[in-house]
């Protein structure tokens, strides 16, 4: 690389850039979802609904933020469009985010209905049935993420190629 050649750094700077916010996305989101995993343990007294439905809330705004930091790694990164588009890795990689995405969705909607369900009755706590089908989504989402950075790094390596 010629380091004089500003079109070149400024490539690299944005691509440092949308790098460093990609990770701090998909960090954050493990923390949440770990953080979700520790509330839900079957050994704590009572669920803490509100901390819940907050640390949700961090985990699917993350994940919005993580698909536009990705897209615009897609748009602005170093390699360009055209390496991403043409991987089947990127794409093994976009529909395993979609199928955790779509996972996630049932955690959602218990806290949301816990949640309401507290407002009505004082003291409300949910069944352990439905605590124990939250932890298995929660596990799935897990199996996911383990296979996510792989396919991250077998795409960005071309292993496809
Ligand atoms: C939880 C979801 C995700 C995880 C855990 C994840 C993880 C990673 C990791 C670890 C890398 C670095 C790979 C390496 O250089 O070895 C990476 C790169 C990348 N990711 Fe993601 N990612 C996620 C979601 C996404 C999404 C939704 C998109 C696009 C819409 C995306 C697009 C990219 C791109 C373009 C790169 C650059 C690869 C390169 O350096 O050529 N990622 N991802």
């Given amino acids: 690389m010629?380091?004089?050649?500003?079109?070149?750094?400024?490539?690299?700077?944005?691509?440092?850039?949308?790098?460093?916010?990609h990770h701090l996305c998909f960090l954050g989101m493990a923390a949440a979802l770990a953080m979700q995993w520790a509330l839900l343990a079957p050994s704590r007294p009572g669920l803490p609904l509100a901390m819940l439905g907050r640390t949700d809330a961090?985990?699917?705004g993350l994940a919005?933020?993580?698909?536009?930091?990705?897209i615009a790694r897609v748009v602005w990164g170093a390699k360009g469009p055209d390496f991403y588009l043409a991987s089947?890795?990127?794409?093994?990689?976009?529909?395993?985010?979609?199928?955790?995405?779509?996972?996630?969705?049932l955690p959602t909607l218990h806290y949301l209905r816990w949640r309401k369900q507290a407002g009505r009755t004082e003291g409300f706590q949910p069944g352990e049935p439905e605590v124990?089908?939250?932890?298995?989504?929660?596990?799935?989402q897990a199996?996911?993420?383990?296979?996510?950075?792989?396919?991250?790094a077998a795409m960005a390596r071309g292993l496809d190629r």
């Fill in 2 to 21: 010629d380091l004089l050649n500003l079109d070149s750094v400024n490539t690299m700077t944005i691509d440092s850039v949308l790098a460093w916010l």
């Fill in 58 to 60: 961090w985990y699917g």
């Fill in 64 to 70: 919005g933020l993580l698909l536009v930091i990705g």
């Fill in 88 to 105: 089947p890795l990127f794409w093994a990689k976009m529909g395993l985010f979609a199928a955790v995405g779509a996972v996630s969705v």
């Fill in 132 to 140: 124990a089908k939250v932890r298995i989504a929660i596990q799935l």
């Fill in 143 to 152: 199996l996911g993420w383990l296979a996510l950075p792989l396919l991250a």
